[in-house]
Structure formats: C-alpha cells, structure tokens
C-alpha cells in the first residue's frame, strides 16, 4: 500500500461514463465492488446520455471528468503538468508520447497527453493499478499516466478499439500491461499475434439476475399473414455503420406486400436521423417506432413484447465491428429468436439453425430471405428461441467471468501492496 495504511484502490479509466450503450462496463464496475474491490472512475468525457440505467446507482465509486478539451480548463492543466514533471516517470512518458505523436501528429494525440497529466497528477495515493477499458484513447491516457507514476495498469479491449487502430500502437499498449483481457475469442486471437501470451479471453456474460425469464411467456402465433396482427421485430443498438440497419431497411423494403411487420428500433446515434429518412424514402415509416435512447427497463420490456430480433452487423469502412452485442445476449435470455450475421463473436453465441440464424454480413437478399422464413414461422421462432436462452443461462452467466476478472485485479493489487 502506498501510504502504508490507506486500502489499495483500482483506478478505472473510462471513455466515457456512465453511458447507456455500456452497460456491460456498468455491470462489470457494480461485480468488481461486490467482490470487494474499492474502485474510483476517471471518465475521459461527461456524460452525454440523459437517462441511466438502474445498475448505475448501484455503483458507489467516485467519478472524476478529466479535460474533455484542453482549452476547456486550462488551469487545471498547466496545474497537472507542473506537478507531472517532477514525477519519476516524466522524462520517460514524455519520450513515450513525442515517439507516438511523430506516427500520429494529431491534435487528439495532443488531447491524450493533457488528459494523461491530470491523471497522474490527480491520482490519490491510495490509487495502486490502473485497469483501462478500450485500447484507443482511454489505452493510450492510462498507459501514459501509468508510466508518469510507476503504477502497473492493465485492459480490457473490446471491438472498435482493437480493429481501428494501427498494430503498432496495440502491440506497444499490450507489451507495457501487465495483461489484457477481451471479450471475444476473434479479438483475442488478433491480438495474440501481436502480443503472444499477454491477452486472456474473458467474455462479458450477462447478468442473469437483470435479465431473468419471463414469468409466464407466452408463444406468439403471428406469422405475418394478418394485417391487424403483424410480426413484431426489434433492433437494439446505437445507429451507427457497424450496426447495419441500412441493410436491414433495405430487407424489410424487399418482403412481399402480403408479409405483414412492424419494426421497434431502440438506441441513440449519430445516424438515426439518415436511417429514418432511408425509411421513408422505402415506404417503411408508418411500420417503423423509433424509441431513441431507453433505460434497461424499457428495453427488457420490449424483448418481452418482440417475436423476433434482428441484429445485421457489418463492417464499418472505417474497419470498425461489433465484438458479441451484448443484447444479443439479452434478447436470447428473454426466448426471443436472434438473426444476426456471422462476424466477430456472433457465432461464439450464435449456432446457425440451432440457436438462432445467422446470415452473411452485407447480404441484403439473405437477410430478407430469413426474415421471410422466420415471419412466417412462429414454431421455429419459439424453438430457436428456447435454445437460444438455454445457450445463455448454461454459457454466458457473468458471475464466473467476474469472478476470474477480479482475481486478477486482486493478484495485481496484492502483488503491488
């Protein structure tokens, strides 16, 4: 322990917090605390979210915003740097920093390096290890304060992190931690070629006791056939490229006139307003509910009242994908059928035909040719449906991967003590 009396405490470092689209991280940070961790969050950017989701308030460590932008406070960052360089690791971090600033002259680099002085500077003594989730910008903050004070950090990559950044930056950020932890064995496989032995598969899970069965589920029989009754689909994610909801539009559009469906899209982001005007320019507005942004409440409600889930992850052209879409997870909890692609993770949850359908990314007629089959079959939906939650509940319960995750943040901090 530092100060030789205070408990030694894990310094996360977050992008952002808390945000609604994170509640894997949310219900990571609440595990951690109740397998006795003491926590204290640095957040690289406010909150942007107007709603929380309930396990938010059960999280009682402290927050701290660094500088979302420098020329925002610049006081608190002239104070950071003057304290900074007089810490031991300053002359080795700055070094760090100007090496990667040479390969990526931006001002986001800049960004990093301010943020990473205040905290280093910030940081309370009690403060023993430094956990990081993301490998991009909140990787490259932690990774520098951690050198600015000799403290040992580790990370937790994810999908977006790991695919669009260059292999230089990943394999410099993995051979300076400790170890790292992802979420998909795809990610985990890319990064070991870069890192030979440093990265552990660790999924997310879920939460069971969040996301239990539905008391009494009761089997739909829609099957498109009936205009009062039309099949009821649900999308869940933030409207962005990798999603795929472009594609997924352009299938509903290319289903018979007869096939009856109303479509139920939850999430934020910065292309809901694009994809509505796509739908519009379809035909599809009148069939399509935009719920925006919703707390974990109203999302598990909607599961329970959806027939069918439909998640067409893509590639983005920036090379950004999804890993394992955590509501995927959710979903199959609640027996809802699962149609998603195969890419990244999906199929390490996903058995095409046995727990859902899987298709193809960016196959449009695919997608529509399984969206007609399973529309117009209620008993295979209900079958896909049960296997599906049976697949969770055996496979993806968080509590053992919790429980992994917090010996090794417990070994790192006794180890440092």
Known sequence: MRDGTARPTLAVVLKGYP????TFIARELLGLEERGLSLRL?????PYDAKTHPVH???????????EYLHQEPP???RAWWRARRLPGY???LGMWLRDLRRDPTR??????????????ELPPDVAWIYIHFLHTPGSVGRYAARLTGRPFSISAHARDIWTIPDWEKAEKLADARWAVTCTASGARHLDTLAPGKVTLLYHGLDLDTFPPPSSPVASDRDGTDLAAPVRLLAVGRAVPKKGFDRLLRALAALPAGVHWSLTHIGGGAEAKALKALAASLGLAERITWRGAQAQTAVLAAYRAADLFVLPCVVAPDGDRDGLPNVLMEAQSQGLTCLSTRLSGVPELITDGETGVLIEPDDVPALTAALAGLIADPAARARLGAAGRARVRAAFDNRAELDRLAALLTAGLAGVG
């Open 19 to 22: 945000r609604l689209s994170e």
């Open 42 to 46: 640095f957040s690289l950017r406010q």
């Open 57 to 67: 308030a059960r999280i009682t460590a402290p927050v701290a915003y660094l500088p």
């Open 76 to 78: 608190r960052v002239l």
């Open 91 to 93: 002359r080795s971090a």
């Open 108 to 121: 986001n680099r800049v960004r990093r390096w301010g943020q990473a002085l205040v905290l280093a500077a």
